[in-house]
């Protein structure tokens, strides 16, 4: 891959544990399982949903690649990608993206994070909610277990109970099921 300088103690901290992660003994090998594990789901959300002031701190180079691939893929129902696109994603964008995961896997509050990328609580039918779950049913994690780690629990919870298309449409609920949505909705 090319390289590009870069200052970012953080970014380069994150390579450092990937890194250490890549050669861990065997014995340890389902712990950075895991942490790539993590760190993909949580790519493929940041990927789809962070904006450039996700990314204080950054590298200029890096913030300026991402804001400018948001603008080219932002539409009027959210970022959109060709299979293709998303095969040849730039170096700095994918610099952005695991520099966002990284803060949600490794944060204090994981949850936390990840609703303030994307708007989790806002939207409990948000499209956010599909790009996780598409990322965590994808490769690489098609053929892994899906039993997600203790660090990201919380937040693919919130994959597993909310979302669009979960909850069958007014017509075919109840009068009282409708009231209530409506009610809890409020």
Known sequence: MPTVPVQDNELLALQQRLWDALHAPAEQRPEPFGLFQDLWAMACLALFTAHPEHLDGADAVVREAFAD???AHDGTAGRR???A???GLPVLVHAA???TAARIVFGE???AAADAVAGLSRDPHSTAIVALRRAWHSSPLRFATREN???IETVMDVAKYSGPGLAPS???RSPTAASATVLCER
């Open 170 to 172: 007014l017509k075919r």
């Open 85 to 87: 696109e998303l095969r």
């Open 109 to 111: 509050d994981p949850l």
């Open 149 to 151: 780690t203790a660090r």
């Open 81 to 83: 990608f060709t299979s």
């Open 97 to 99: 993206v695991i520099r």
């Open 69 to 71: 691939y948001c603008r």
